[in-house]
């Protein structure tokens, strides 16, 4: 069984660019690089792993790369690339030479402007990805998926997947609105998602598995289980759980599911969409 993370990020720690590591996640204000998720991979089974973006430049591709040469483990990268530009086509071609760069991501969550997505520009970008086969990685805060109907039907063909389940308010137990615009997206059949980043939107210090109960049974009943993918989204996750920790959550949850559903979730269907 091929067991796959899709979701996890390395980086040389850089308090200024990284600012978005703040003191509360003290933990991972440090280098987070390949040698240290190796073993962590190994200890849990996977054999292998998708290295998303978290810096949105492309000399962060060029740091997965060099990262992905040296450590066959790396299976694929998602990068970033300015999607608004008036030159993102010749970009994408410059970027598909590259064997283990197999999608893109835009920080959403971030952007002051909430339906960015939809603006001109960046729907350009999004319509130029399936010319080159590239994935879009959907990062978004709970408040964005009302946009999201419009944007990803717009581009039937085009391989989507939601980052860490779209953030839902896990810390205080709000789960209603989050619930409907997720069973809306996920009517789309070309839209996946990413069963990642749940712990870092509980209640770091105080979090019980059965508190994810509940948006597990929501995205596991939307999105069935060909659409579904574990990640870790480690080292991020260090602030609330150790890797084990995090993984015995969805562990538990998916042991009463078929062995076919479980390889899927923990493999195959990343495998299939990420094409690894």
């Not at 280098?31 to 292998?48: A, K, S, T």
């Not at 964005?144 to 717009?154: A, E, G």
């Not at 137990?173 to 619930?179: A, F, L, N, R, V």
């Amino acid at each position: 069984m091929k067991r796959i993370d899709s979701h996890q990020h390395f980086w040389k720690f850089d308090p200024v660019r990284d600012s978005w590591i703040n003191d509360e996640m003290k933990i991972i204000q440090r280098d987070f690089l390949p040698e240290d998720l190796q073993p962590i991979l190994d200890q849990n089974g996977f054999d292998g792993c998708v290295a998303v973006q978290s810096d949105q430049s492309e000399a962060e591709n060029h740091f997965h790369f060099q990262n992905a040469e040296k450590s066959d483990f790396i299976k694929g990268i998602v990068g970033w690339v300015d999607l608004q530009s008036k030159t993102v086509e010749e970009r994408l071609e410059y970027y598909s030479q590259y064997k283990k760069i197999k999608g893109f991501r835009h920080v959403l969550q971030g952007e002051s402007q909430r339906d960015l997505m939809l603006q001109p520009a960046f729907m350009n970008g999004i319509l130029l990805l399936r010319k080159y086969n590239f994935t879009y990685d959907i990062l978004i805060f709970k408040d964005q998926l009302q946009y999201l109907p419009k944007m990803v039907s717009s581009f039937p063909d085009q391989r989507f997947v939601i980052d860490h389940i779209a953030k839902p308010d896990i810390k205080n137990g709000e789960i209603d609105q989050w619930k409907k615009d997720i069973q809306k997206i996920a009517r789309f059949e070309n839209v996946h998602c990413k069963i990642s980043g749940m712990v870092t939107e509980a209640d770091w210090k105080n979090w019980k598995k059965e508190d994810f109960k509940p948006y597990l049974d929501a995205v596991v009943e939307a999105f069935g289980t060909d659409r579904i993918m574990f990640g870790s989204d480690w080292p991020v996750c260090l602030v609330a759980a150790s890797y084990k920790e995090m993984l015995d959550i969805v562990e538990d949850y998916f042991s009463s599911f078929s062995e076919e559903e479980q390889e899927k979730f923990f493999g195959w269907n990343a495998i299939r969409f990420y094409n690894l």
